[in-house]
């Protein structure tokens, strides 16, 4: 097996991931935050979203799919363009308002198409390449792409279970 379908497994997984965690949840059910400083199901889908499009967009030299696609102007966020969440305060997890999951999963999944498709391009030796000079030892293709693998699947992971907190109070 190349690594390469190891990473394309280990993305499709987000994806099973994120539908299941939206599937089925209305606006109330998306910005419930447990704590006014806690973040919702909304902002941890579209935080980890944001940064696999921004990351991966990055390391390819490809267009942010938030950007090119116009998914910002579909979300209408009061944020700057280039927001991937990074840093946010309270206040600022709560400008991550959606109407729908149906917003949220049609950008993870326009997200998806281009990661993927950046991985199938994929050979061996591209994982050693220098993608981040700025840190030492400096950042290779394949650690960035195992590093937002890591972020997302802990953001989604949150996700699952603030849902699972939301059903349990719901019983």
Do not use: C
Not at 16 to 31: K, T, Y
Not at 76 to 99: I, M, N, S
Not at 131 to 140: G, L, M, S
Not at 161 to 170: C, D, E, I, W
């Amino acid at each position: 097996m190349h690594a390469k379908d190891i990473l394309i497994d280990g993305y499709g997984r987000i994806q099973e991931e994120v539908h299941a965690a939206l599937d089925g949840l209305g606006p109330d059910e998306l910005h419930h935050r447990p704590a006014s400083d806690a973040n919702s199901i909304a902002w941890l889908v579209w935080h980890l979203t944001r940064v696999q499009d921004d990351h991966i967009a990055d390391a390819f030299d490809l267009e942010q799919v938030w950007l090119a696609q116009g998914w910002e102007k579909r979300f209408g966020l009061d944020l700057p363009p280039r927001d991937h969440g990074y840093g946010h305060t309270p206040a600022k997890v709560a400008k991550v308002q959606v109407e729908s999951a149906d917003l949220l999963t049609g950008y993870y999944d326009a997200v998806h198409a281009q990661t993927l498709g950046a991985l199938r391009s994929l050979a061996a030796k591209d994982l050693e390449r220098i993608v981040d000079e700025r840190w030492d030892p400096p950042v290779t293709l394949g650690v960035r792409l195992v590093s937002v693998l890591s972020d997302d699947l802990q953001h989604i992971g949150q996700a699952a279970y603030l849902r699972g907190l939301l059903q349990s109070a719901a019983a």
